[in-house]
């Protein structure tokens, strides 16, 4: 049996009950040998979409980390799997979502192919997925060696576009805390 390997899964959804779909695609990965070790406070995040499409609603997103010893190819099945049973339909981009779940990494591997890029091409610039990621593990390690808590702090605002920190938000118990002023507090 091959050994388990760290990756770290980026979640989000701006359509429905996401804190709910982030909840079940948690207990559908377990359902399906995925090991679930941690998930970082859910982030309320302004869209983003390019200058020329129409608004869209505020999006949530968290990072969850997992064990497992699927290929990266067969965990990214998996996540479209779960993303389509969650109700998402893949006609437009930019629309609005009720689940969107992305490979970020997976260990420290590099890989490019037609359907998955590892590291994810835009975890280095998104504050709404660095954010929940350092949160979770800041000692991240990318294939060039950079550290996930590099990649935030150098970016100009690291918390651009973060408009309310949830946490406890799985367990229903936690604080519900919102830190509109202080996002990465």
């Given amino acids: 049996m091959p050994e388990a390997v760290r ?23 377990e ?3 995925v090991r679930v070790v941690g998930a970082a406070s859910a ?7 390019p200058p020329a499409a129409p608004a869209a609603p505020d999006y949530w997103n968290t990072v969850c980390a ?7 190819d067969q965990l990214l099945t998996l996540l479209l799997a779960i993303e389509r049973r969650a109700g998402r339909e893949r006609r437009q981009r930019w629309a609005a979502r009720t689940l969107d779940l992305d490979l970020l990494l997976y260990d420290t591997l590099a890989l490019q192919t037609p359907r ?3 590291p994810h091409r835009g ?3 998104r504050p709404f997925v660095l954010r ?7 000692d991240a390690m990318l ?7 590099e990649l935030l702090g150098a970016l100009a605002d690291p918390d651009a576009g973060i408009l309310e920190r949830r946490r406890g938000w799985l367990s229903g118990d936690g604080d519900g805390a919102t830190a509109a002023a202080q996002p990465g507090a």
């Fill in 7 to 29: 990756a770290y899964i980026a979640m989000g959804g701006n359509q429905g009950g996401v804190l709910a779909a982030f909840a079940a695609a948690l207990a559908a990965l």
């Fill in 31 to 33: 359902q399906a040998g």
């Fill in 43 to 49: 982030y309320r995040t302004v869209a983003w979409v």
């Fill in 66 to 72: 997992v064990e497992t010893t699927r290929s990266p």
């Fill in 116 to 118: 998955l890029t590892l």
């Fill in 123 to 125: 975890l280095a610039a």
């Fill in 132 to 138: 929940p990621l350092c949160e979770l593990a800041p």
């Fill in 143 to 149: 294939p060039d060696g950079k550290r996930a808590r």
